[in-house]
């Protein structure tokens, strides 16, 4: 069955908000792992590699939480307007900012709103004040439900620290001049938003349309769908969910597509079957959206040295197979882009120019042709065709041919 995207959405081209996501055609990079703040000058380690992230075809990297932290990763954010952080000085970030608009790869800011580590202690003897530096809000900028005097969460708590209350007004201000200083005066093009299930979308979407990134990504993080055998077939009310949350910014920001992650990397394993939903679609929210889907394989946390998800290791290059041909908006992971030795590199690069030269986009249509339990093959397009699994497969016809091949993949070009 063909698949091709109908996206509903052209219509909102204010001050060309969403303008690079109607574009689709952007290869996100992220540029951090959860260990890159013990490597002191990660802000220089990135401005040299600026020239390749370029070259290789990146259109933007995501960098981690430029602010304060008490936790030098840079999660647990106290004074938001301090760039001075485990990862460099303000000086080396911006340096690196103005390396990456030398080179046209936009800057991505970790936006981390949910919560923020207070400098006093208050109501119940919490430190739930920010007492002394910028954005000096009390207790009533801090939830009920997490030791505040203000409302309750408009989303899930993220325990132990104190939440932020995005109902009140004065929040809601102070967030978006400070998202607009990132913008404007530091140099962050794009945001990727942090814990998106703490706090309602309708507050992304004010803050989207106050500071105008180019191109948004929320972090809408649950767990799939499982059943006593293991993950369950069927992960629609699961990638129903981050589309909601997509819609409830206006459709302003993409979401990260973790319903594709927890199904590929089941898929895999020997169960390629999974890769086709019960309408012949894709089973992730890229099947549903792929406009608003950013692909990737892992991150900080679900990789790296934290392992709370990860892809199998043995099957990296099957799974960029999969979203560097695929409709969607793909992310590659730092590690195993830069780490995992110039093999990975070489394949994940290669797969990359093919997706540009064949002009593959976030809408391109898709035929499933094969998705069996050890093979799994897809038309892209009209141009690209690739396999993953050990099964054998090419398509038929002479204007085919090899475009890239490692272990138990393959693509083919016109």
């Not at 939440?163 to 607009?180: A, G, S, Y």
Request: overall charge neutral; proline content about 4%.
């Amino acid at each position: 069955m063909s698949y091709l995207s109908n996206d509903f959405d052209e219509s909102n081209g204010q001050n060309d908000l969403g303008a690079v996501i109607r574009n689709g055609r952007e290869i996100l990079f992220q540029a951090f792992n959860w260990e890159s703040n013990k490597k002191h000058d990660w802000w220089r380690n990135l401005e040299s590699k600026v020239p390749d992230m370029a070259k290789s075809g990146f259109t933007s990297a995501w960098l981690p939480p430029a602010s304060h932290s008490i936790a030098p990763e840079g999660y647990l954010p106290q004074n938001l307007y301090s760039l001075n952080s485990a990862y460099g000085s303000e000086h080396l970030l911006k340096t690196l900012l103005q390396k990456m608009k030398q080179y046209k790869v936009r800057a991505m800011a970790d936006i981390v709103i949910n919560h923020r580590i207070g400098t006093t202690q208050g109501h119940g003897g919490m430190y739930n004040r920010y007492d002394g530096i910028p954005l000096a809000w009390d207790e009533h900028a801090v939830t009920s439900c997490t030791g505040g005097l203000g409302n309750r969460s408009t989303g899930d708590n993220f325990p132990g620290v104190p939440n932020i209350d995005h109902c009140q007004e004065f929040v809601r201000k102070d967030i978006t001049e400070w998202l607009q200083w990132l913008r404007k005066s530091v140099g962050f093009q794009d945001f990727r938003f942090d814990f998106a299930r703490g706090y309602s979308a309708k507050y992304v979407k004010e803050y989207i349309e106050g500071a105008k990134p180019m191109f948004s990504v929320g972090e809408y993080w649950d767990s799939c769908n499982y059943n006593d055998q293991g993950l369950d077939y069927n992960q629609d009310s699961h990638r129903q969910r981050i589309v909601n949350w997509i819609n409830g910014t206006g459709q302003l920001s993409t979401a990260f597509d973790f319903t594709t992650k927890g199904i590929l990397q089941e898929a895999v394993k020997g169960q390629f079957w999974r890769l086709r939903d019960a309408q012949g679609k894709p089973p992730g929210v890229m099947g549903f959206w792929p406009s608003r889907a950013v692909t990737f394989l892992d991150n900080h946390d679900t990789g790296s040295t934290q392992a709370h998800w990860p892809f199998p290791s043995n099957h990296i290059m099957e799974g960029y197979a999969y979203i560097l041909t695929h409709p969607g908006i793909p992310t590659v992971f730092y590690d195993h882009f830069y780490d995992w030795g110039d093999s990975t590199r070489d394949q994940i690069t290669k797969l990359m120019d093919i997706r540009r030269r064949q002009d593959i986009h976030s809408r391109s249509s898709i035929t499933i042709l094969e998705a069996q339990p050890n093979l799994y093959s897809a038309m892209i397009g009209e141009k690209v065709c690739m396999k993953i699994g050990d099964g054998s497969w090419c398509p038929a016809g002479r204007e085919w041919t090899l475009a890239a091949s490692g272990h138990r993949y393959a693509a083919w070009q016109k």
